[in-house]
């Protein structure tokens, strides 16, 4: 009976060799969604979390995507009041005055018109100024929200990864007390020695220790992945969430060359110093506008009316009008070379945001030669522990099959488990190891990859 229940107990092992999972693909949409009724239908729906889960529930509503957010609308709002200064302006005044002189009042109405013709240095050019802030402002935004998704997603893997081995803990730990209930029968009936007896019962407190550290560590991080997520997934002591991912080696490596021209296409750092030399070009002419003239349009109409008063023969009553409108011709002559040095700086500016993409450019090449190299050593590593994973898992069906018919001892069965169980550890670790260069790679491409290697968009 014994004997049966720990060949039970090793079956649960054998099965626990990775599956082939389809692969799910992380894409991330405008996040547009409320942030605390995604986490509230998170919570309620399901028992588990995905990756994308998460990476969507930790860049929806952050403090720092917030506040790019706000910076974003106030670039927004200066480009909109920028445009509004190419409008016509209008004004109307209105008086009224009593004295001594004009005992019956003295009225007076004017309103005036003028409009912007000619002005390098007027409002088109802050509305480019202003333009060029607002697509700065939805880049940092996106720039944000990658950063928080890396984030996540190393904090996931390294969550799952440490959930995955509390999981084979367990069945160690399982396997470690069947062994030692048999082997106290052993030992009961004279078969094994006090000293061997004894290191069985260790070999179990030990598992059960080494379960009790991972539990806890497992539970720290979901605690930071909650905090970072805000969807509860523990309540300190357990875990309330089950991680849910499902790790693929299905990986088609490109050249080199495609990841770095990926890279250079979509990394965010080399968008911004486009828009900042495109920013520090439209500065050096609204300097230089300054000193041109600049011409505007303007109109005025006045209307001033008396009322005549019969105890005052000498007042009488009078309305007067009058309008003129013309081209008004401003132009600054001398500045004291403020806009000449104003247009050099902004003329320099430019040059070094030309340098400073090309500085970029070339660290962006070397990371991404070294994230791929990298990516091929630990793609290799992975598939080897996967081979090696397999074939003690092979290894150890054959041993429990031959110890059913009685032709392999309990101590040689236990070898081959704890084999298997360190052929486990190794492989989650390699295969992490392996998502992680992979999820570096994709993030220094600009996100421009799917799970399977793949640019998306691609059939």
């Given at each position: ?13 054998c ?34 979390l ?7 529930a ?22 909109k ?57 939805q ?7 990658q ?10 893997l390294?969550?799952?990864l ?5 999981a ?15 082997n ?8 094994l020695s ?28 979901l ?11 523990t ?21 080199v ?7 250079l ?16 070009r ?8 300054k ?7 303007v ?10 008063n ?11 009008t ?25 003329r ?10 090309e ?88 996100y ?12």
């Amino acid at each position: 009976m014994r004997k049966s229940l720990f060949l039970c107990a090793l079956s649960i092992i054998c099965c626990s060799s990775l599956k082939n999972e389809p692969v799910t693909i992380i894409t991330l949409s405008p996040l547009e969604a409320d942030s605390a009724l995604l986490v509230q239908q998170m919570e309620k729906e399901a028992q588990s979390l995905t990756l994308s889960q998460a990476i969507i529930a930790a860049t929806t509503e952050h403090p720092t995507i917030k506040a790019a957010k706000l910076t974003h609308e106030i670039a927004q709002l200066a480009e909109k009041s920028a445009w509004a200064g190419f409008l016509p302006t209008i004004g109307l005044t209105s008086s009224a005055v009593a004295s001594k002189a004009t005992p019956t009042g003295q009225f007076a109405t004017t309103l005036s018109a003028s409009q912007n013709l000619i002005n390098l240095a007027g409002p088109k050019t802050r509305a480019k100024q202003a333009g060029i802030d607002t697509k700065i402002a939805q880049t940092q935004i996106s720039a944000a929200q990658q950063e928080k998704r890396a984030a996540v997603e190393a904090l996931f893997l390294n969550t799952w990864l440490k959930q995955e081995e509390y999981a084979v803990l367990k069945k160690e730990l399982a396997f470690s007390q069947e062994n030692q209930k048999i082997n106290q029968e052993k030992y009961e009936a004279g078969l094994l020695s006090l000293p061997e007896y004894q290191k069985t019962i260790a070999d179990a407190c030990a598992t059960e220790m080494k379960c009790t550290i991972h539990n806890n560590q497992l539970i720290s991080l979901l605690a930071e992945l909650e905090e970072m997520t805000g969807i509860f997934l523990t309540d300190g002591s357990d875990a309330k969430m089950h991680l849910e991912w499902n790790p693929n080696l299905t990986f088609q490596l490109d050249s080199v060359d495609t990841y770095i021209s990926l890279a250079l296409k979509n990394r965010l750092e080399l968008e911004i110093h486009k828009l900042n030399y495109k920013r520090t070009r439209i500065d050096e002419r609204f300097a230089l506008g300054k000193t041109f003239p600049s011409l505007s349009a303007v109109g005025q109409y006045s209307y001033d009316y008396q009322p005549g008063n019969p105890d005052y023969r000498s007042y009488s009553s009078y309305t007067k009008t009058n309008f003129f409108g013309g081209l008004q011709l401003s132009w600054n002559l001398f500045d004291g070379t403020l806009s000449k040095i104003e247009a050099e700086t902004a003329r320099i500016k430019a040059l070094k945001s030309t340098t400073d993409k090309e500085i970029t450019q070339k660290k962006i090449e070397k990371e991404i030669k070294q994230l791929y190299n990298s990516l091929k050593v630990s793609h290799q590593q992975a598939a080897v522990s996967l081979a090696q994973l397999r074939a003690s898992t092979s290894t150890l069906q054959s041993s429990q099959d031959a110890c059913t018919v009685g032709s392999m001892t309990t101590t040689t069965l236990l070898g081959s488990a704890t084999h298997q169980l360190k052929a486990q550890f190794e492989h989650l670790t390699h295969l992490v190891q392996f998502q992680r260069q992979f999820f570096a790679l994709n993030a220094g491409c600009g996100y421009a990859l799917d799970l399977s290697g793949n640019t998306f968009g691609e059939k």
